[in-house]
T-cell receptor, first 113, second 115 residues
C-alpha cells in the first residue's frame, strides 16, 4: 500500500508570493494533519482536518489555511510568504482522530527568497 | 499549554551498545499519550514507540523501550543493541487525550551510531 504522499518535493518562492502544498493520505485514513519543521527544530502543529472539518489549529497566522477534499486529500495554503516560512512542511495521516498512530509523509521543502 | 524538552541535542553510541535518550514534559493533563519518533537523514518521520499515560507498564518494541515516570513527567527512550540504521534525529512528542491529533514535539536529539 502507498504511504502518505506529498507534492511537490521542493519548492522555491519569493517573498510575498502564495504557495499551495498537497498531501494524499494513506487509503482509508480520514484525518490529515500539517506540521512545519524549521531546520534544526522539532515539528510544530499547524492544522488537523478530520472528515473534511477543521479539528485543530496551531499558533500560526491567518496567512496559513488548509482544506480537506471529499477523497480526504488535503491542501495547505500560505499567502504573503515571509523568509521565516522557509521550512519542511510535513503531512501526517491517521485512521481517525485522537491518539492513534499518525503516518508522516516525506515532506515538502519550501525555500522563500 | 504543553511543553516537551529534550536536553541532549546530540548523542553518540557504539554499535551493539545501549543508549538512553531523555525527555521531560510539562502538562496539567492527567490523561495523554507520549511518543518517540525517529527521523532518519532521508527525513520521513517514523513512529518508534507509544505510551498511554494511564498505563503503568512501560512500552516495549523489540530493541526499543521506554522508562515512563508520570510523577516526574519523564519519558526516556532506551535503545538496546544499537545498529547503524538507528542513526537519526529522535523526537519526543506529547498528545492530549480527546483533543484531536495535535502532537507537541521536543527539539530533538541527534543520535549517531558508530561502527
Amino acid at each position: 500500500d502507498a504511504g502518505v504522499t506529498q507534492s511537490p518535493t521542493h519548492l522555491i518562492k519569493t517573498r510575498g508570493q502564495h504557495v499551495t502544498l498537497r498531501c494524499s493520505p494513506i487509503s482509508g485514513h480520514k484525518s490529515v494533519s500539517w506540521y512545519q519543521q524549521v531546520l534544526g527544530q522539532g515539528p510544530q502543529f499547524i492544522f488537523q482536518y478530520y472528515e473534511k472539518e477543521e479539528r485543530g489549529r496551531g499558533n500560526f497566522p491567518d496567512r496559513f489555511s488548509a482544506r480537506q477534499f471529499p477523497n480526504y486529500s488535503s491542501e495547505l495554503n500560505v499567502n504573503a510568504l515571509l523568509l521565516g516560512d522557509s521550512a519542511l512542511y510535513l503531512c501526517a495521516s491517521s485512521l481517525w482522530t485522537g491518539g492513534n498512530e499518525q503516518y508522516f509523509g516525506p515532506g515538502t521543502r519550501l525555500t522563500v527568497t | 499549554a504543553q511543553t516537551v524538552t529534550q536536553s541532549q541535542p546530540e548523542m553518540s553510541v557504539q554499535e551493539a551498545e545501549t543508549v538512553t535518550l531523555s525527555c521531560t514534559y510539562d502538562t496539567s493533563e492527567n490523561n495523554y499519550y507520549l511518543f518517540w519518533y525517529k527521523q532518519p537523514p532521508s527525513r520521513q518521520m517514523i513512529l518508534v514507540i507509544r505510551q498511554e499515560a494511564y498505563k503503568q507498564q512501560n512500552a516495549t518494541e523489540n530493541r526499543f523501550s521506554v522508562n515512563f515516570q508520570k510523577a516526574a513527567k519523564s519519558f526516556s527512550l532506551k535503545i538496546s543493541d544499537s545498529q547503524l540504521g538507528d542513526t537519526a534525529m529522535y523526537f519526543c512528542a506529547f498528545m492530549k487525550l480527546n483533543a484531536g491529533n495535535m502532537l507537541t514535539f521536543g527539539g530533538g536529539t541527534r543520535l549517531m551510531v558508530k561502527p
